[in-house]
Nanobody, 118 residues
Framework: QVQLVESGGGLVQAGDSLRLSCAGS????????MGWFRQAPRKEREFVAR????????DYADSVKGRFTISRDNGKNTVYLQMNSLKPEDTAVYYC???????????WGQGTQVTVSS
């Protein structure tokens, strides 16, 4: 079992940057692919980014490609989401996920709120 705790959310202005962190527990953390989803008000939860167990492969939603970067530090059991050039439409609760597939991760964090004002 993996427990995930996100941090780093907040209120920023359009064009600003923010870095989310996700600390994972468990000795098997480094064996999991990790990722981020988000859910905006009145919208369905959507895929944002995913990184392979060793960081060698990444995947992004088209809406964030070129602006967001996912990375991980297995020594610290942590995955990051660097978000640059933020837009109001990036406003959402961001969830850290682990394992499973791109569409259906096995483990979810509790979420962290990101609000981008125009």
């Amino acid at each position: 079992q993996v427990q995930l705790v996100e941090s780093g959310g907040g209120l920023v202005q359009a064009g600003d940057s923010l870095r989310l962190s996700c600390a994972g527990s468990g000795r098997t953390f480094s064996s999991y692919a990790m990722g981020w989803f988000r859910q905006a008000p009145r919208k369905e939860r959507e895929f944002v980014a995913r990184i392979s167990w060793n960081g060698g492969s990444t995947d992004y939603a088209d809406s964030v490609k070129g602006r967001f970067t996912i990375s991980r530090d297995n020594g610290k059991n942590t995955v990051y989401l660097q978000m640059n050039s933020l837009k109001p439409e990036d406003t959402a609760v961001y969830y850290c996920v682990a394992g499973g597939t791109k569409a259906t991760p096995n483990h979810w964090g509790q979420g962290t709120q990101v609000t981008v004002s125009s």
